[in-house]
């Protein structure tokens, strides 16, 4: 016995002393007007934290330089050092506060003060003044994206008025929202506040404009970073901005606070994480267009604990096992030989194995045999269907914008590829680095399907790099860090893409042009061409942008590997670690981050090479749990500790019926036996697949795939002809079975090898043989109507 | 041979009749059993004598006011637009001239012209406040007001409480979700979902009966087989997804076997007058068939007028491809939706229907009270107008008002949170109803303090 191997996960963490620390741990004050808030967190039994900050009592060494509040606020009195310091329940814990400029003149900026006041108060926003139209004749920009435009509106439109430097408290901005004159916005903050003080001060001081050298924010931390916590706790997050001149301050005051999960944590706008349920939620910070989140967790209760077996096989285990320990979760046991098969058959190729091959799996006694037969399944052609059908519904591979020839061109190509198991970035790298003749490489179609330089911008981001950037189009993206300028430098990248017609009918030439701009709409005039984050090129340079956009786009993008990762790992373990899975942005965290860096890596370790990480994936104990839970994981669907059933992909499920029924199912125009993974179009005409949810493939967008089930699938499966002509038909395999004469428990052995790639269990020979007899007056109607309840039932229509 | 759609109850196999079948599994179905459906009855969730039903008319592409329901005819011409007002059955109450049939209905219903929205300009926000009273934040996706009606009451005879005609809303621009759906109670109480054009000739829901081959004998044999052989496996039972299919097997041989069920879709039956009344088109039929619907027991029926704005002539007219130009209200859309809404109205209220059903016309936003350069207008959420009537809700009615060149509310700014607590109020549901959320924290159905608009009840 292999004991030391064995993990047991139940609820024994470590209890070590409960001990008391100080958030942010190195504070220093570095104006008149800086404050910091600290946090007192208690790390308690069981590796729970708490936030003690308003029970623990604060204490400054030198209240002459520091001063601490009851609730660990601390303000600057003059230059020095002082010791602050919370105490509770014998527990200590101490912090060193530096002052400087305590006594220098300060000036409150526009930029860094003004404007987020206006932000966290609302006016900017959506509804109010940041409106297109802004609201009774007063406009700003949506959240501040542009100050300087801001500052105009305040300072020079409507006579002044807005802002009064002969008399400040007269100026609107201070009227307004006080509500000290009516405002249809109602009151945003009273007279008392450091709001108004903030925008007071400012106006008193000359109202001086946003200047070149005020420091720009260079990025945020978040205390705590993450935390877990009981139930029902409560827990306040500290912001703090990072400037370019090296400055830090606590901005928490003008953050915009999101749960991503209201069901497991709620927040407010001061920052103060209510838990409300078990799991955990990230909670997005935004501030200046800069984001973060700070990650919280609610252990599940778990009353009875479960010893499991789980043996870890790679490092997706030992990743994916930490966070099952840290949330108090059990992992189910390892699936059986039959559902390990079936599963790895139809999430690698979207087949289902033959009843020999599943009589030759199950009789192997390699211990290898699972590694053998991802293998094996990696070089099928099948293999190359699936995902090239895949790929296509990427890529919007359909005639609906592409003529039949240019369709097959693409589509081969895409085949082609990965056929050959062209790495990941080679694939991109070829997209859009190509020229020439649509019909001899089919991959420049990209280029036709998007002749729009709008569309194409959006559909890349969303294929390529996991990302949307719509909202970008017209304003700073409202919860995201990308602004309108980057949209459109990232637009003018394909700004430069020619197309003119071919020799044939169906074929185009691509080639890169030396001239063409986007404008920014508000600028009206276009902005240097830059991937997201990436370098610019100057406007003059008549390099091709394509180049310039697919060597940023494939070389160290965290973004790029990032989203082809996630979206492999979805297809395998039923949910991506980024949930939806092609929404991989960074206020959108991992169930597991530390897992799918981890894997994103070793993916670029290996060259981009799609079979290794799906090798990779599929050889993990963590892919082979049995999808039963135990008394732990029940409602666990997030963190991979039983495995997720998900329903087979339209085309993959008729394919299935196909393959049980010995009938192919007809496509108009394409030969006989054609599968539906095999089809390029999306267009062939099919009330099966499309009332099963296959996508349009119009918008790049997961949403278009749907596997909810629905009334008009079940009408569909007992009445209409796709299912039911197969049963009937003469050539069919019921027909042989028939033909061939064998013993009834040799047709259900044959059935349920084939349907559900497993022996029927004695209990359930017993049960059919009974129905067979039933329906003895015609075998083949029985035999028929058998079947039909075979292929209807969950065992079927499941992945599990 | 026994057909399934002989006009009496169909007996099973098992001997259950149509109708123990319908009870054993009709609320079940819905994950709602008796003893709970009682529960909601005594907490006063459900209220019996109020079993009001109501027909939204989602207005894709979001009308104009100023050319609809709310005219300026005092306005200068770059705002009032091309159209003139015209009078109404109901003095002092004057709508565009694009609507003449309407015109004679106005004492039907009311008109609120101070609706706004604070959310994006993209219809994908005002779809899903309008269908579901608020804005989907934190990850959370509240249900559409049929979904909740559906899981609150279960279904009034063989057929499904909640119906979407003819076809779910497709891409508007915003890749959000629209609303259509139950959200957070669980794909169990999404709405049926028609997928198909009621104005086709050829019109009927796919794979309502068997076909010729089959004997309903064999198809009650197969459906009891594959519960049996379902019932052997049990690693299914912890799945949503798979209590999910086995819901809409059971409400698929629910409707399959109703022959009155069936008969409500089956259009040909109206005389082709009525038809052609309600206007031989994709929502004309729709509404018809809503109808039809409301009177087989249908509680909450949602037509989608387009379903999308891009390369159709809708409402969204920006006035330059692939969107709409503003004529098309006078050419098109206009009269498609004066025929259909005004037979709908008087259809209705000939029939008795209309003093149970509320019917509710509104958009997603309104649109710029200045055209723009290419002869259209914009997406403006800060004001628009909306259609209520029927049920609990007065006709006749202005309630609210926009400023001069309707560019905001004047009086009574109205948000789709009120509009959800009136529709709430109509049906008979308790405000203070709280519906289970993730991990079972309670949400209410409208948010604390939303009032309906009181001004619309009798």
């Known amino acids: ?800 | 041979m026994f057909r399934l759609d002989a006009d009496r109850p169909v007996e099973f196999c098992d001997g259950t009749r149509r109708r123990d079948f319908l009870h054993a599994g009709a609320l079940s179905t819905l994950g709602l059993g008796l003893a709970q459906f009682a529960g909601l009855k005594a907490h006063g969730a459900v209220d019996p004598k109020k079993d009001v039903n109501c027909i939204l008319l989602m207005l894709v592409g979001g009308p104009s006011q100023l050319d609809t329901w709310d005219m300026k005819p005092n306005a200068p011409i770059e705002i009032r637009g091309p159209y003139k007002s015209i009078k109404t059955n109901v003095p002092g109450i004057e709508i565009s001239e694009n609507f003449p049939r309407m015109a004679k209905h106005a004492d039907k219903f009311s008109i609120v012209r101070s609706m706004y929205h604070t959310a994006a300009a993209v219809h994908d926000t005002g779809h899903q406040m309008m269908q579901t009273g608020r804005l989907f934040q934190g990850g959370v996706e509240h249900p559409h007001y049929g979904c909740v009606l559906g899981k609150l009451r279960g279904s009034k005879g063989d057929v499904p409480p909640n119906i979407l005609l003819p076809r779910p809303i497709g891409a508007t621009g915003g890749n959000m979700p629209h609303g259509h759906a139950a959200g957070y109670l669980g794909k169990a109480y999404d709405p049926f979902i028609l997928n198909a054009d009621p104005s086709d000739p050829n019109f009927r829901v796919p794979d309502m009966l068997p076909p010729d081959y089959l004997s309903s004998h064999r198809v009650d044999r197969r459906k009891n087989w594959r519960e049996a052989i379902d019932k052997s496996v049990s690693k299914f039972e912890t799945s949503q997804d798979a209590r999910l299919l086995d819901s809409s097997f059971q409400q698929a041989y629910t409707l399959m076997s109703s022959a009155k069920a069936r008969a409500a879709f089956e259009l040909h039956r109206e005389p082709e007058a009525v038809r052609e009344k309600y206007g031989l088109n994709r929502f004309g039929q729709s509404c018809l068939l809503a109808r039809r619907l409301v009177e087989a027991g249908v509680r909450f029926v949602t037509i989608n007028m387009f379903e999308t704005v891009f390369d159709e002539i809708t409402w969204d007219i920006h006035g330059s491809k692939p969107f709409s130009p503003i004529s098309c209200y006078k050419d098109l859309v206009g009269p498609m939706f004066d025929m259909a809404y005004s037979s709908l109205l008087e259809d209705l209220s000939q029939r008795g229907l209309l003093s149970n059903t509320m019917v509710i016309g509104t958009g997603e936003f309104g649109r710029t009270p200045k055209v723009n350069p290419a002869g259209g207008r914009d997406h403006w959420p800060q004001c628009w107008s909306m259609l209520a009537g029927g049920g609990p809700l007065k006709g006749g009615t202005i309630v609210g008002s926009s400023d001069e060149i309707g560019a905001m509310p004047k009086d009574r700014p109205t948000t789709p949170a009120e509009v959800a607590a009136t529709i709430y109020k109509g049906l008979g549901i308790d405000l203070e109803t709280e519906l289970p959320g993730a991990q079972g924290r309670p949400i209410p159905v409208v948010d604390r303090g939303t009032e309906p608009i009181k001004e619309l009840f009798v």
């Open chain 1, 1 to 800: 016995m292999r004991f030391s191997l064995l993990f047991c996960f139940a609820a024994a963490l470590l209890s070590a002393a409960p001990s008391l620390s100080i958030l942010p741990k190195d504070v220093t004050l570095a104006t008149a007007e800086s404050r910091q808030q600290l946090l007192a967190e208690a790390l308690l039994d069981g590796g729970v934290q708490a936030d003690w900050t308003r029970t623990a009592a604060w204490t400054s060494s030198n209240p002459a330089v520091a001063a601490v509040s009851l609730s660990g606020l601390i303000t600057p009195k003059s230059d020095g050092e002082a010791v602050i310091t919370a105490r509770k329940d014998n527990l200590s814990a101490s912090v060193t506060v530096r002052v400087r400029n305590a006594a220098a003149p300060f000036t409150w900026s526009f930029k860094n003060h003004v404007m987020p006041v206006l932000t966290k108060t609302g006016c900017n926003q959506g509804a109010c003044h940041g409106a297109l139209a802004g609201k009774n004749g007063f406009k700003l920009t949506l959240r501040g994206y542009d100050p300087e435009l801001d500052y105009d509106a305040l300072t020079r439109q409507s006579a002044s008025r807005r802002v009064n430097l002969a008399e400040p408290a007269h100026s609107l901005l201070l009227l307004k929202p006080t509500f000290a004159v009516p405002h249809m916005g109602g009151l945003r903050f009273k007279t008392d506040t450091l709001e108004y003080r903030v925008i007071a001060e400012w106006i008193a001081a000359g109202a001086p404009p946003p200047a070149e050298k005020d420091p720009e924010v260079t990025g945020l931390e978040v205390y705590p970073p993450a935390a877990i916590l009981a139930p029902n706790a409560t827990q306040q997050l500290i912001v703090r901005a990072k400037y370019s001149d090296g400055r830090t301050e606590d901005v928490t005051n003008w953050v915009k606070f999101t749960s991503a999960n209201e069901g497991v944590a709620t927040v407010d706008d001061s920052g103060l994480v209510k838990l409300t349920g078990h799991g955990e939620s990230a909670i997005t910070l935004w501030y200046a267009s800069k984001v973060l989140y700070a990650r919280v967790t609610v252990p599940f209760i778990n009353q009875t604990p479960v010893i499991s077996d789980f043996r870890p096989r790679n490092f997706i285990d030992n990743l994916a096992a930490a966070k099952w320990k840290s949330l108090n979760l059990t992992p189910s046991k390892l699936a059986d030989d039959s559902t390990f098969l079936r599963r790895a058959y139809l999430d690698a190729a979207g087949i289902l194995p033959t009843a020999d091959e599943v009589e030759t799996f199950l009789a192997d006694a390699d211990p290898n045999k699972r590694s053998k037969v991802i293998d094996q399944l990696l070089n099928r052609d099948e293999y190359a269907d699936y995902w090239a059908y895949k790929f296509s519904d990427l890529l919007l591979v359909s005639s609906r914008k592409l003529r039949t020839p240019a369709m097959w061109a693409f589509y081969n190509w895409i085949r082609d590829s990965v056929q050959t198991n062209k790495p990941w970035d080679q694939f991109a790298r070829d997209i859009f680095t190509g020229a020439g003749s649509t019909r001899q490489n089919g991959a420049l179609n990209y280029f036709v399907l998007h002749k729009d330089t709008i569309e194409m911008a959006e559909n890349v981001t969303q294929a390529f790099l996991g990302q949307r950037l719509t909202c970008a189009r017209c304003h700073n993206h409202p919860m995201e860090k990308w602004t309108q300028r980057q949209y459109y430098q990232f637009a003018n990248l394909f700004a430069r893409v020619g197309i003119k017609n071919g020799n044939t009918a169906a074929d185009n030439v691509v080639f890169a042009k030396t001239s063409g701009d986007i404008n920014h709409p508000r600028l009206l005039r276009p902005l240097e061409p830059a991937p997201l984050d990436g370098l610019p090129m100057a406007l003059d340079s008549t390099a091709d942008r394509r180049v310039h956009f697919a060597n940023w786009l494939t070389k160290d993008n965290d973004y790029f590997t990032r989203n082809i990762v996630n979206r492999v790992w979805a297809n395998f373990l039923g949910r991506g670690l980024v949930h939806p899975y092609d929404d991989v942005r960074a206020t959108n965290p991992a169930s597991n981050e530390e897992l799918f860096a981890a894997v994103s890596a070793d993916f670029v370790k290996h060259g981009y090479d799609l079979k290794h990480l799906m090798r990779t994936i599929m050889n993990s104990a963590t892919y082979q749990l049995s999808s039963e839970a135990n008394a732990t994981n029940q409602s666990d669907n997030v963190f991979y500790s039983k495995y997720v059933i998900k329903r087979l992909p339209a085309e993959v499920l008729l394919d299935a019926m196909s393959q049980v029924t010995g009938v192919p199912t007809a496509f108009p125009g394409y030969p006989a036996g054609t599968r539906a993974m095999q089809l390029p179009d999306v267009r062939v005409q099919s009330q099966f697949l499309t009332s099963f949810g296959r996508p349009e493939r119009i918008l790049c967008d997961a949403a278009e795939r749907s596997s909810d089930p629905s009334i008009s699938q079940a009408l569909h499966v007992i009445n209409g002809d796709t299912l039911n002509k197969k049963l009937a038909d003469a050539q069919g395999n019921i027909a042989l079975l028939l033909k061939l004469g064998l013993s009834d428990r040799k047709v259900l052995e044959h059935l349920y090898l084939t349907a559900y790639s497993r022996p029927p269990r004695p209990e359930e020979m017993a049960q059919l043989n009974k129905l067979l007899t039933e329906a003895k007056q015609s075998k083949q109607e029985g035999l028929e109507d058998l079947v039909w309840s075979l292929l209807t039932s969950k065992e079927f229509l499941f992945n599990y």
